[in-house]
């Protein structure tokens, strides 16, 4: 809740989520600046307010009145839950909002998960919806078990649990399968994360704006390998999937999906986990450019690798059937941890800076299937150039302060 709190400690903030319009919040006319300096600024500001309400209307109409913040929503039918991510902008369109999924790993929490990757401020930043789902723990219990489900037991806090202080120990495990051994899972013991996303989705269409065409999801680690299942499904939501640090060598017994859709897959030369290794994403990534008609821009359509750093690679088929992409990336050296990425519980092993950070660049490449669905899409308008060409220096804007660095 980092966004909202930021927001409700702004001046006037929490009357911009409130609609009010007038009293405390109406911007004052500054008295120190010049008159023509002065005008301008005090138009800036008035307009920036009227389109924060404006926005604002429009963003909880989009969400079935939910505010903008984290909400626990359960599914009884179901008996499953998931974190909704709510920012306080949405990039709404006619169609609706894009809305992305991301599924954490095995000991790891939403509250884990969201932190690891920075997922509450991706979502913020791009106006889209987002979702964290629970897993449950091995003998299927604790599916709809309140805010702090699949916290570590070695915490003993709420703030513990939701500043992700901790891994759960082994047994204790939060996981999308009910086989132990995550290696021999079968396509039927994923049938209740099945049936999770088909009720997240379902719910989705029903208590918000979302474009059902603009379905995205992303996992680490054994969030990663529901990544790679879904994929296989023929009714799959996601316009695109991305699995960071667990691939299968493709593909599952039945993997009927060939529907249209993306797919970049991450992984490192020196995880530990065993659950992803450079050949086994390229087996995948390879396996999904056949299947989806994919051409790169190498030699004969084949595909083309580029180092995006010096620490980081990635090979992609550009052309696939409706405007898609298949692609994946690799990081030399990194252990089991999203690149770029450090842990909440400070056992990360520091890597150099270079290291591609695959949970931004993941959402770069969702940014390819969505139009113009992005927050702040095109902007600076003519308005915007105007007004910083009016006066010098510069005039200062107040507008969107929770996502300015520098207030």
């Known amino acids: 809740m980092a966004f909202l709190s930021l ?33 301008m600024r005090f138009l800036q500001e008035r307009y920036a307010l009227s389109s924060a ?13 939910l505010t903008p913040g984290r909400h626990l929503i359960q599914l ?24 992305v ?9 939403p509250w884990y998960n969201d932190l690891f990757i920075g997922f509450s401020d991706l979502v913020t930043r791009y106006g889209w919806l987002g979702v964290l789902p629970y897993g449950w723990y091995t003998n299927e219990t604790d599916g709809q078990d309140n805010w702090h489900a699949c916290c570590s037991s070695l915490c003993n806090s709420t703030e513990c649990c939701e500043k992700a202080q901790f891994l759960s120990p082994e047994g204790e495990q939060c ?27 379902e719910w989705a269409e029903e208590h918000t704006c ?19 299942h879904m994929a296989c499904r023929d009714w799959s939501p996601f316009k695109a999937v991305a699995p960071m640090g667990f691939d299968t060598p493709m593909m599952e017994p039945g993997c009927s999906n060939s529907k249209p859709f993306s797919y970049a897959g991450f992984c490192s030369t020196s995880d530990e986990a065993r659950s992803c290794t450079p050949d086994r994403v390229v087996k995948s990534a390879e396996f999904w450019s056949k299947r989806l008609n994919c051409v790169g821009k190498g030699p004969g359509g084949g595909p083309v690798s580029y180092n995006r750093s010096a620490t980081s690679y990635c090979t992609e088929w550009s052309t696939c059937d409706d405007g898609n992409f298949v692609e994946y990336c690799i990081t030399v050296g990194i252990d089991h941890t999203p690149s770029g990425q450090q842990r909440p519980d400070s056992t990360t092993i520091l890597r150099p800076a ?15 299937l969505v139009g113009e669905s992005i927050l702040h899409w095109g902007h600076p308008d003519l308005q915007d150039m105007l007004l910083k060409k009016s ?16 207030q």
């Open 7 to 39: 927001l409700l400690l702004l001046p006037c903030g929490a009357a911009l989520l409130a609609d009010e319009a007038s009293g405390d919040c109406a911007p004052e006319r500054p008295a120190a600046e010049g008159e023509d300096v002065a005008e």
């Open 53 to 65: 309400r404006a926005t604002s209307r429009s963003s909880r109409k989009c969400t079935g009145g």
């Open 76 to 99: 009884p039918k179901i008996q499953r839950q998931f974190q909704l991510i709510v920012p306080p902008e949405l990039a709404e369109k006619p169609n609706g909002v894009p809305l």
């Open 101 to 109: 999924m991301s599924f954490h790993g095995l000991a790891e929490s």
């Open 175 to 201: 996981r999308w399968t009910n086989e132990v051994d995550y290696f021999s899972a079968t396509v039927d013991s994923f049938s209740t994360t099945e049936d999770m996303v088909k009720g997240i989705v």
């Open 210 to 228: 979302v474009d059902s065409d603009k379905i995205f999801g992303m996992g680490w680690s054994l969030g990663g390998y529901v990544m790679n």
């Open 354 to 368: 270079s290291d591609l950070e695959w949970p931004e660049y993941i959402f770069q490449k969702f940014s390819l």
């Open 391 to 406: 006066v010098f220096p510069p005039p200062k804007r107040h507008d969107h302060a929770y996502m300015r660095r520098f």
